[in-house]
T-cell receptor, first 113, second 115 residues
Framework: AQTVTQSQPEMSVQEAETVTLSCTYD???????LFWYKQPPSRQMILVIR??????QNATENRFSVNFQKAAKSFSLKISDSQLGDAAMYFC??????????FGTGTSLTVIP | EAGVAQSPRYKIIEKRQSVAFWCNPI?????LYWYQQILGQGPKLLIQ????????DSQLPKDRFSAERLKGVDSTLKIQPAKLEDSAVYLC?????????????FGNGTRLTVT
């Protein structure tokens, strides 16, 4: 069974500081895709960043970057220069091509002014 | 481009009543998903359509839930009769392709409260 684990239910960070959200997954597949989604109070899930498992280079999107450790099955999200608008629930998701997305239980991020 | 449209935004019903949700995906997206998100949990897939065909409905409680996508565009999800445990946010999502790194694009969801 595919599982995605987010071990930090809540995290907080000072504005302008850096925070890292953890995610681990369990799979026997070698070809898969990983995603981080943000869900603000408006409820709409927004794609933050994605990573193909076959790529060794870690994905980066502006202030957001990932640390992808394939052997350890770890996919953490780093947010640099945190802003008040980054406050939201963050969900890690895993997908094997052609199959469904599996989501973790989420991490609630608070940004302290 | 216009995003995924969902309605209604909120719905409150009594148990044993019926309810329907509507979703219009992003134009050109062949794959459409319905997710159930219970408070404090991540989204759980209910059903996945590819055009107007069902790809995966293994987690859909078929005794009370039904969904259709008749013309391969918009979709409706129905619950009849509703139970208290159906209280959740129902998210619709679409993607251009069912493969690879093609991401999900979500709507704003419908918050259902069953009393």
């Amino acid at each position: 069974a595919q599982t995605v684990t987010q071990s930090q239910p809540e995290m907080s960070v000072q504005e302008a500081e850096t925070v890292t959200l953890s995610c681990t997954y369990d799979t026997s597949e070698s070809d898969y895709y990983l995603f981080w989604y943000k869900q603000p109070p408006s409820r709409q899930m927004i794609l933050v960043i994605r990573q193909e498992a076959y790529k060794q280079q870690n994905a980066t999107e502006n202030r957001f970057s990932v640390n992808f450790q394939k052997a350890a099955k770890s996919f953490s999200l780093k947010i640099s220069d945190s802003q008040l608008g980054d406050a939201a629930m963050y969900f890690c998701a895993y997908r094997v091509t052609g199959n469904q997305f599996y989501f973790g239980t989420g991490t609630s991020l608070t940004v302290i002014p | 481009e216009a995003g995924v449209a969902q309605s209604p935004r909120y719905k409150i019903i009594e148990k044993r009543q019926s309810v329907a949700f509507w979703c219009n995906p992003i134009s050109g997206h062949a794959t459409l998903y319905w997710y159930q998100q219970i408070l404090g949990q991540g989204p759980k897939l209910l059903i996945q359509f590819q055009n107007n065909g069902v790809v995966d409905d293994s987690q859909l409680p078929k005794d009370r839930f039904s969904a259709e996508r008749l013309k391969g565009v918009d979709s409706t999800l129905k619950i009849q009769p509703a139970k208290l445990e159906d209280s959740a946010v129902y998210l619709c999502a679409s993607s251009q392709r069912p493969q690879g790194s093609s991401p999900l694009h979500f709507g704003n969801g419908t918050r259902l409260t069953v009393t």
